[in-house]
């Protein structure tokens, strides 16, 4: 019987998996999908996640094939409302680390145990002293033990651990577009905020941007209709160059849910699977890793002394919680600063941001966008 059994092969699971294996741990990682998906959702890293993998030597690989982002700018008409300064923070790594998603978890793969793939988790059951894992393979029932389980595999999971309606979620109206596409030109993040709502740009490595744009036709959902959508907006954005070089456009949703606890006896639940915040700000994965993070220490002394830290646990799961609810906060400011106004409203908009960019707010929004209201930053 493994010490650990952490469920999902994503990069929160991976980080978990590999910071316990380097802490001396039995730890056996299961995955539902039979490969690595090749999504790339999450691009950006920020510092005080850089820093927590930094012990693993995990942070120096992601740097070798990252691109540092050191600012941003909020535009409108073609025009810069405000920059907002990543590199005068007062950080270890006073930028953005931007890779695809894949990368990420290639890097993290390297330190931890080989997954156990096409591995679907029916239930968690707390036994005396032990947790049975209900698995199935390739269509068999089976059964795996572990002294404590570390739930990672995203909102799918949920279920697994709340009951239903323990966990509020919030759907939001709001859908986006979003795709990678070549586009020269300087490492800046643009985000653009005009009257048909927001257009987020961040440059990656090879010369390539992520672009997501808020969706005005949700309801067709047809490949050829949501990639015309998406290069119209880019192209309306000034980078036309960029447009006709967009192949594709996928579409997705946003959910707040942010689980009140993250421990269950022996099963402990982090990343998306307790909270999902919006896309739209970049801090969903890096909660996760800085779940994962600051986690594995804690679960490493749990089943080498064969006692719980009941107390370190709790004041973990307090910061995380709290954390969490404050980067689910900033994504609804997010989601509501970009939703598409009417003039007058649009122009207000205009004025308030240039003010609050044009002093401190700069470095205020700086901090938060960059995690600083972390707990564990």
């Known amino acids: 019987m493994p010490e650990v059994v952490v469920v999902g092969a ?20 299961i995955e539902r999908r039979p490969i690595a ?10 510092s005080p996640s850089l820093a927590a993998l930094e012990p693993g030597g995990y942070t120096e690989s992601l740097l070798a094939e990252a691109l540092r982002v050191d600012r941003g700018e909020a535009r409108a008409g073609g025009r810069v409302l405000g920059v ?25 793969t390297d330190g931890a145990p080989e997954v156990e793939r096409g591995v679907t988790v029916r239930g968690i059951v707390a036994e005396r002293g032990a947790v049975r894992i209900d698995v199935e393979r390739a ?23 709340y009951r239903p309606g323990a966990v509020a979620v919030r759907e939001y109206a709001d859908r986006y577009l979003m ?5 020269g030109g300087r490492p800046v993040a643009e985000v653009h905020l005009d009257r048909g709502g927001v257009l987020e740009s961040f440059p990656m490595p090879g010369g390539v941007r992520r672009f997501v744009a808020w969706d005005p036709s ?10 015309a959508r998406l290069r119209a907006a880019v192209a309306d954005r000034g980078r036309a160059d960029a447009a006709v070089s967009i192949d594709g456009a996928t579409s997705f949703r946003v959910r707040r849910a942010v689980a009140p606890r993250l421990r269950r006896g022996r099963v402990v639940v982090i990343g ?21 993070a600051t986690l594995a220490p804690l679960v490493a002394a749990w089943v080498r002394n064969g006692e719980a830290p009941d107390a370190e646990l709790e ?42 960019l044009a002093g401190p707010g700069a470095r205020a929004f700086a901090h938060a966008y960059a995690m600083g209201l972390d707990r564990d930053a």
């Open 10 to 29: 994503g990069p929160v699971g991976l980080l978990a998996a590999a910071e316990l294996r380097r802490l001396g741990r039995d730890v056996t990682v």
């Open 37 to 46: 998906g090749p999504g790339s959702r999450a691009i950006g890293i920020h």
């Open 84 to 108: 907002v300064r990543f590199d005068r923070l007062s950080r270890r790594f006073p930028f953005v680390a931007t890779l695809p998603q894949a990368a990420t978890e290639r890097v993290l």
């Open 139 to 161: 269509g068999e029932p089976g059964e795996m033990r572990a002294a404590v389980v570390i739930v990672a595999s995203g909102a799918g999971a949920r279920e697994l651990v």
């Open 179 to 183: 795709a990678d596409a070549p586009a």
């Open 218 to 227: 949700p309801e067709d959902d047809d490949p050829a209709a949501r990639t």
């Open 272 to 292: 998306d699977a307790a909270h999902e915040v919006s896309p739209i700000g970049g801090q969903g994965m890096n909660l996760g890793l800085l779940d994962a």
């Open 315 to 356: 004041r973990w799961e307090r910061r995380r919680v709290a954390s969490a609810r404050r980067a689910a906060m900033l994504a609804s400011l997010n989601t509501g600063l970009g939703r598409p106004r009417g003039a007058a409203a649009d122009a207000t908009r205009r004025v308030a941001l240039r003010a609050l």
